[in-house]
């Protein structure tokens, strides 16, 4: 997959990495669209969440990032979402995972639990890492309940 675009939001939780995160991502010369939060004032993770599902939904982006605390938050936000496969992650091998036999197309980062640097490896595996499809394209067409 040729990730061109990618939306990001968080919460005060997930707020001190996002600069970073959003610096690596755009090295790769991927445009990215920031739904904020912007400082570490206390928020709600839905008002920042929903955006990015929205944008991840609708195709106006190719995946999405979000992060907040536990990452739990976050990720029942977005799953929410008809459209949204979000995988709360928080090693590299769970990010391939989540897109390797899931199909996630939002990762949920739980930023009071990972450090810096494995929130970016996992960003990094996220990006490159594609769908494995097969005996996992049946699995994951069978998650809707519509
Ligand atoms: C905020 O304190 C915290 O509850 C939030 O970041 C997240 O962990 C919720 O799931």
């Known amino acids: 997959m040729n990730i061109q675009k990618i939306a990001i939001g968080c919460d005060h ?3 001190a990495y996002k600069d970073a995160i959003i610096e690596f991502l755009t090295n790769q010369n991927i445009e990215v669209y920031d739904f904020g939060t912007d400082s570490g004032d206390s928020v709600d993770y839905p008002d920042f969440v929903h955006p990015v599902a929205e944008h991840v939904e609708s195709e106006n982006v190719d995946l999405g990032i979000v992060l907040c605390g536990s990452g739990n938050g ?3 936000t977005a799953n ?3 459209g949204i496969r979000a995988g709360l992650c ?3 091998e769970l990010a391939a995972l ?3 036999h899931n199909n996630a197309n939002i990762l949920s980062i739980p930023a009071r639990f990972v450090s810096k640097e494995v929130a970016l490896s996992m960003v990094a595996t996220f990006i490159a890492t594609d769908f ?3 005996r996992h394209e049946r699995r994951v067409g069978k998650m809707s309940c519509m």
Do not use: V
Request: glycine share 22%; charged share 20%; aromatic share 12%.
């Open 98 to 100: 989540a897109r390797q």
């Open 90 to 92: 928080w090693t590299e």
């Open 74 to 76: 976050a990720a029942m």
């Open 80 to 82: 929410k979402h008809q």
């Open 132 to 134: 494995e499809g097969g």
């Open 13 to 15: 939780g997930g707020f």
